[in-house]
């Protein structure tokens, strides 16, 4: 295949071209308009590979590259603007890469006959009772309770309508949060980390007790990939791993494995209109064949361990 990965120069976006990467020899470009939230350093060992090529641009301006990407069949849609916290102070650059971008590739995908894949979040759905066993499933109404994830939820119902109306051959997968390395350090895995690496209490907003369902960042990716494989046109695919945490539980564990004190948390005050849980029903990509491969607790220490070996690359 001749895919398009946007925002491949983020968190997910480059697991997923070197996973990819190892697994088959598609072509792949990676457009991105490197924001304060990408990185190169992680895709230095494939810059230089036959099969891979970067477009350093805005998503918004595919239009530009038809040429360039005339041998094109697929695009996977990573890009987005993606801290919630950053969504609430200034939700602008969120309409314009999360809604205008994925619109933008859209009618590059329509005009091209492309295959199309969104990459959403379970944050769409809103949020969960703490104490209930209820999970989001695919007819879970979209009820966004943040400028991020309304735009993502938008974005979601803009490759919806294109199914319908254009038929476009397009998927959605909503993910719950990943983790694993290369991820921006606003994040709380990350944050906490390199926070205690540098001796800095970890801030937990509020009491800490907003439960995710934490999925290891390659378990994602492969999901992606059984997607494009064997997923239908115009369905959408809940991706997670059953596992929940909240976010003290996860710092908990992060102290535990980097041998340091309770003492080094310091809660501030709560995120306005935190969801409290979010949990997800994989049934949809389980039934395609998906199940993860890893371990939270394993896959936890295999995190430390790479944002400690790899420090100076994260605090730039
Ligand atoms: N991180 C999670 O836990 C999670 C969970 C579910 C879904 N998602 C979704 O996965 C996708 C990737 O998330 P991430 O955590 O890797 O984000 P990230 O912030 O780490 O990376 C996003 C990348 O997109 C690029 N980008 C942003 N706007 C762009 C634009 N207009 N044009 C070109 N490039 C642009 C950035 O430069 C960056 O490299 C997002 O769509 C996000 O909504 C993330």
């Known amino acids: 295949m001749n895919i398009l990965v946007t925002g491949g120069m983020g968190f997910i976006g480059s697991n997923y071209i070197l996973n990819r990467m190892e697994k088959y020899d598609d072509f792949i470009y990676n457009m991105d308009s490197i924001t304060y939230a990408s990185n190169p350093w992680y895709l230095e060992k494939v810059k230089n590979s036959p099969n891979y090529k970067f477009i350093n ?3 918004n301006n595919i239009s530009i590259h038809g040429q360039e990407l005339r041998d094109l069949d697929t695009i996977v849609n990573f890009a987005a603007e993606s801290h919630v916290d950053n969504s609430i102070k200034d939700s602008s650059s969120f309409i314009i890469s999360n809604i205008m971008g994925t619109h933008a590739l ?4 329509r005009k091209n006959d492309l295959r199309f894949h969104q990459i959403s979040t379970d944050e769409v759905y809103g949020a969960l009772p703490v104490d209930s066993k209820e999970k989001f499933n695919v007819d879970s109404p979209y009820n966004p309770k943040n400028p991020y994830s309304a735009t993502k939820g938008t974005a979601d119902m803009l490759v ?3 199914c319908n109306t254009y038929g476009l051959k397009a998927t959605i997968s909503n993910c719950s949060n990943n983790f694993g390395p290369h991820q921006h350090r606003e994040k709380l895995i990350p944050k906490t980390i390199i926070n205690l690496m540098n001796n800095e209490k970890v801030p937990i907003y509020g009491d800490g007790r907003q439960i995710r ?3 290891y960042v390659t378990d994602h990716c492969n999901g992606i990939d059984l997607i494009l494989e064997k997923g239908k046109a115009g369905k959408t695919y809940l991706i997670g791993s059953d596992g929940e945490h909240s976010n003290i539980e996860v710092v908990n564990e992060i102290m535990h494995l980097m041998k340091k004190n309770t003492d080094m948390i310091k809660f501030v005050d709560d995120r306005p209109g935190h969801d409290r849980r979010y949990a997800i029903d994989a049934s949809s990509i389980r039934k395609l064949g998906w199940k993860p491969e890893f371990n939270f607790n ?3 220490r295999q995190t430390v ?5 790899n420090y100076e690359n994260y605090i730039l």
């Open 305 to 309: 361990d790479h944002y400690t070996k």
């Open 298 to 300: 394993d896959a936890l």
């Open 213 to 215: 369902d934490w999925i």
């Open 106 to 109: 859209l009618e590059h995908a």
């Open 57 to 59: 641009d805005d998503i």
């Open 160 to 162: 919806r309508s294109y």
